[in-house]
């Protein structure tokens, strides 16, 4: 079951997306087995509004992405871009979307190319957008640059010369060089200093607001995207295990794994304790021992044998809440 | 809280620059820090202020032609560890003092097994016979939280997880039966739940052995979870230090205050964060007075003008921060 | 508090250190190796050198005449006066003695030094330009496209093409032009607006040829194990055997069997280029990858190129020496360091400057390439690249 939209346009509806990749082994490459990184994974994301996509490092969510983007092909599914459907289409077809959907990654470092000014990297943009002519690009230069609250200068200098938050908000500023609609946020501020996370979660914030852009935030920080997001998906092994608003999500938590990560996230103001409960030892093979069975199971609380032989699918369990765990 | 005269290590006026063709990085400049037996201290700052140095700065690890240690003493029972020659640092360290590193890629040697590195601190401190290194081992293995730790010594770095890799960084820091820890970042590079994991490790670690532990780290969250006292840097010198209570609950000094009001959750929805304006300065350029005063919202003329000392709050707490303070115009550098 | 603009522009301008190039964080790195800086300034004296030496001993009435025969003036050490009964005053050496002495047919060695610095230049920076512009090329190649596989039709089409013009050349012209054109058909058939829009319905019977063999990576790489399978030098000395003797022949030969270690680099550069984020924005902004390949990522992967160009270029001019050598070069009277070299062995003992001087200038001028690559790979090592983070 894919999730209800919530307004009668979403901006972007993903169904049944998959990608498994293979294991090759020996002298000729044979398949072996596959690692099945996203698995039916279905979302849906309103115009103007922010997904926030939650989970540990490995859980698919980048390759989700890097599918929405056409930059992976995928296995199976649909990605609806404003009802049309984008996934596998070839390179010619996709270019008109190429400026809508936009990305901004984590790495302030290896986003940028270190060989071209921050103006040559704009312009590639610029470029794209269709935008000829020196004086006209210029300025949409210097516009792109105030808007996310570089100086102008700044387009004369190598990325080398710039802080990472100065970096991001570089990468920002290419993002929108094509004025698109939907941005994927892989991670922006995970690899900042926290002053600075503040400024570029604040200068995201801003740009939705003033643009109407629509965020797919992607992170593993639970207090950013309580902080930010409108609907929040939690995604474990390729799977999302639960989808629901963001007050709810954090009011009334049902899968088990979310309890997990709720329980793990430390909160200064009220100063928590790390938790006693046991999470479970490191990953065991039982996932792939047991394809149909929950890929939560090898540490999930709440498991018992028939965990094992259906994991469930996500279900509805609220208003615009649905979770995937045959027992909620 | 910790007795005062039980104190494992003291660092005192501590500097450490870095000198290149045309400019000395001030990276720590003038810190004062001690941590008391049995107890958590956190030492807090952003990017670029010197937390990692002056760890790495206790243990003799800073690079010695680019850096230098311009000034301070680091009392380690008694010695001076910075006036001591390599050899006896190497008894210090992995001995007295363990150390734990952020990356667990590249902290673990790739070639070597995993039982291979847990036996070498074992080896080259107390002189084991091997069949009592196996079993040493074997055992700190399984204080760590790693199972079927037979398996696990001969495997390979790259065969085991992050969260697994630095469990035997752990294992190894503590091989020794060390007094301290000193941990620099060992989880950021972890995820969230694995992090919580490591977290009550050391916790209970820590307990069992009766260890001081040194925690060095940017993340408030996890500082409010283990710490007993925080010292907060900025810009290499302390701006704020107290009990981790006295921190959250009511921190003095403007840079943390404006740290933990910029951090995100959810109980902030619909409000703008409160960033702090401009960046960190480099080591090398930093301004004259107080290194805060140009992000400051409290900044007032003297801030400038000159360098400001530590105010006493409640007992063990104070701010590096004169008008926080209350402080005259003559008092300003005390 | 301060409430938070947004656009603070002021104070987010400038970045954290002075502001200084690349170039001049380069330089100034170059700068603390002696040793780099000494072959760097040899280089400039040896590329001065040689244009005016090319401006000076060529025309008909060069100041310093390298063709210049005058037997009663033959085997002279260096720095001897001229016998000046014999030569008429515009036959004077204009320096008043011979610089370097003269050869065994009375020629000036100094002229002739002059004009075989201008052949050891342009051997050497022409043959390394080709050498360089295929290794990009074909490293640029596998390194992208590396994973994508051939399909048969394609390389029954490219082996077409290739064994027609072949054949065409070799006299068969009737097969030489039918499978030329059979290739051409082919191409012009799956490029026009028909064929694209039949591409994917193929008849059943021809379905085969949809089929995919080998990876890009695996063809080029193989052709690079091959060609470095070659004994270069006797490679060479074969080509150069079997054509006409000229200075460009011999620098294109050297091109094309130099490039492999260029290929490689490059390949290996372009393999963890395209796992960075920069790579992937420029393919999500709709980027071509013509332009992605030489606009984003070669730039990037010239660090090692320009290393092992500059010291290809000591190998180069070392070949070509060792060509003139053994009377493969540039074909007399032109001068060239390799041919002073092989005049003079005949008189090793009676005029040893004919050898030693030349051989002397071969090896300052390699040496100092292959120390200023060095400087050069020194400057490059991404952990001094990284200091400014």
């Keep these: 079951m894919e999730p209800e939209s919530t307004q009668t346009t979403d901006i972007l509806r993903i169904e049944g997306l998959k990608k498994h990749f293979p294991i090759r082994r020996g002298l000729f490459q044979r398949t072996v087995g596959w690692v099945r990184a996203v698995e039916n994974v279905s979302l849906a994301l309103a115009g103007g509004k922010t997904l926030g996509l939650v989970g540990e490092s490995g859980c698919g969510k980048t390759t989700v992405a890097r599918m929405i983007l056409n930059l992976l092909p995928a296995d199976d599914g649909r990605i609806l871009y404003n009802g049309v459907d984008i996934c596998g289409l070839s390179d010619k077809d996709m270019q008109p979307f190429r400026k809508e959907i936009q990305i901004v990654f984590q790495d302030p470092y290896g986003s940028l190319n270190p060989r071209m000014t921050v103006g040559q990297t704009l312009g590639e943009g610029l470029r794209m957008a269709g935008i000829r002519g020196r004086r006209p690009a210029q300025e949409r230069l210097e516009h792109l640059l105030e808007l996310v609250g570089m100086a102008p200068a700044a387009a004369d200098r190598y990325p080398h010369e710039f802080s990472g938050g100065q970096r991001q908000r570089i990468g920002i500023a290419r993002a929108l060089s094509v004025e698109p609609s939907l941005v994927i946020c892989d991670e922006p501020v995970s690899a900042l200093d926290v002053s600075i996370q503040a400024q570029i979660i604040n200068l995201l914030k801003d740009l939705q607001d003033r643009l109407g852009l629509s965020y797919l935030f992607i992170s593993h920080d639970l207090n950013v995207v309580g902080y930010l997001c409108h609907h929040v998906a939690v995604m474990y092994k390729g799977q999302i295990m639960e989808y629901a608003p963001a007050e709810e999500m954090f009011e009334n938590p049902l899968h088990p794994y979310t309890h997990v990560l709720l329980a793990a996230v430390p909160d200064p103001e009220t100063g928590k304790k790390v938790a006693t409960e046991a999470v479970g030892g490191e990953p065991a093979e039982v996932v792939a021992a047991f394809p149909e069975g929950c890929r939560f199971q090898s540490k999930c609380p709440e498991r018992d044998d028939r965990c094992r032989l259906f994991g469930g699918d996500l279900t509805k369990a609220g208003a615009g809440h649905y979770v995937r765990c045959w027992r909620k | 809280m910790h007795a005062t005269n039980d104190i494992v290590l003291s660092v005192e006026g501590l500097k450490v620059y870095f000198r ?262 480099h080591p090398a350029y930093k301004p004259a007075g107080c290194p805060f005063h140009p992000r400051c919202p409290q900044a007032i003329g003297a801030c400038r003008e000159q360098y400001p000392g530590m105010c006493a709050f409640d007992d063990h707490h104070a701010a590096r921060c004169p008008v926080a303070g209350g402080r005259s115009l003559t008092d300003w550098c005390r | 508090m301060n409430p938070e603009q947004t656009a603070p522009a002021v104070s987010l301008e400038e970045p954290l250190a002075p502001k200084r190039t690349r170039f001049e964080e380069s330089w100034r790195l170059f700068r603390r190796n002696r040793m780099a800086l000494a072959g760097m300034l040899v280089f400039a004296i040896f590329f001065f050198s040689a244009v005016i030496g090319l401006v000076l001993t060529s025309g008909s009435r060069p100041l310093f005449d390298p063709a210049q025969v005058h037997l009663p003036e033959k085997l002279l050490p260096p720095l001897s006066a001229p016998h000046t009964e014999s030569l008429k005053p515009a036959e004077r050496p204009p320096l008043g003695v011979y610089l370097f002495g003269t050869d065994d047919l009375g020629r000036d060695v100094f002229a002739r030094m002059l004009q075989g610095a201008w052949v050891s230049l342009t051997v050497g920076f022409v043959a390394v330009g080709i050498s360089v512009a295929i290794g990009i090329f074909m490293g640029g190649l596998a390194g992208f496209y590396g994973q994508r596989h051939i399909r048969l039709e394609q390389l029954l089409v490219t082996a077409a093409l290739l064994t027609g013009a072949g054949l065409l050349a070799a006299g068969r012209r009737s097969w030489g032009a039918g499978l030329l054109i059979i290739g051409h058909a082919w191409l012009f058939w799956s490029i026009s607006p028909w064929g694209l829009r039949h591409r994917k319905t193929l008849p059943a019977g021809l379905g085969f040829l949809r089929k995919k063999t080998l990876m890009v990576d695996t063809i080029i790489m193989r052709f690079v194990d091959i060609m470095l399978c070659f004994p270069s030098f006797f490679l060479i000395l074969t080509v150069v055997a079997l054509l006409p003797a000229s200075i460009y022949n011999i620098m294109i030969v050297i091109g094309l069997t130099s490039w492999e270690g260029t290929a490689r680099f490059v390949r290996a550069e372009f393999l963890s280029l395209r796992e960075q984020d920069f790579v992937a924005a420029a393919k999500a902004l709709g980027v071509s990858n013509f332009r992605i390949i030489f606009r984003h990522m070669v730039p990037n992967a010239i660090a090692p190129v320009l290393v092992s160009a500059t010291i290809g270029i000591a190998s180069a001019i070392l070949t070509e020496a060792g060509l003139s050598f053994l009377g493969f070069g540039v074909p007399p009277p032109h001068a060239t360091w390799g041919n002073i070299l092989s005049d003079g062995k005949r008189f090793i003992f009676d005029a040893p400057w004919l050898t030693f001087i030349p051989g002397a200038a071969i090896l300052i001028v390699v040496l100092s390439f292959n120390l200023f690559g060095e400087g050069l790979r020194d400057i490059f090592n991404p952990r001094l690249r990284e200091r400014n983070r």
Excluded: W
């Design chain 2, 20 to 281: 290149s063709e045309d400019e000395i990085a001030r990276a720590v400049d003038g810190v004062d820090f001690e941590v008391g037996r049995r107890e958590t201290v956190c030492l807090v700052g952003e990017s670029g202020c010197g937390k990692t140095v002056s760890a790495l700065a206790v243990l003799g690890l800073v690079p010695c032609p680019p850096g230098e240690i311009a000034g301070g003493r680091v009392l380690f029972n008694g010695q001076n560890l910075l006036d001591q020659d390599d050899e006896a640092l190497q008894n210090v360290r992995g001995r007295g003092i363990g150390m734990v590193f952020q990356e667990p890629q590249t902290s673990l040697n790739p070639v070597f097994t995993i039982g291979e590195q847990i036996a070498e601190p074992l080896r080259i401190h107390l002189s084991l016979p091997e069949a009592e290194i196996r079993q040493r081992s074997l055992q700190l293995l399984s204080d760590v939280g790693i199972d079927a730790p037979e398996q696990r010594l001969a495997d390979y770095p790259h065969q085991l997880s992050g969260g697994q890799r630095q469990r035997v960084m752990i294992a190894m820091a503590l091989a020794c039966g060390p007094e301290l820890i000193i941990a620099d970042e060992p989880t950021t590079a972890l995820d969230v739940t694995v992090q919580a994991q490591i977290l009550r490790l050391i916790n209970r670690l820590q307990q069992s052995h009766g260890m001081s532990l040194l925690y060095i780290t940017h993340d408030l969250g996890v500082v409010s979870q283990i710490a007993d006292r925080v010292y907060v840097m900025y810009a290499g010198v302390i701006v704020e230090t107290g009990a981790a209570e006295q921190i959250f609950r009511g921190s003095r000094h403007p840079y943390t205050q404006a740290l933990l009001e910029s951090l995100p959750s959810r109980k902030k929805r619909g409000r703008r964060l409160n960033s702090i304006p401009g960046a960190v300065p």
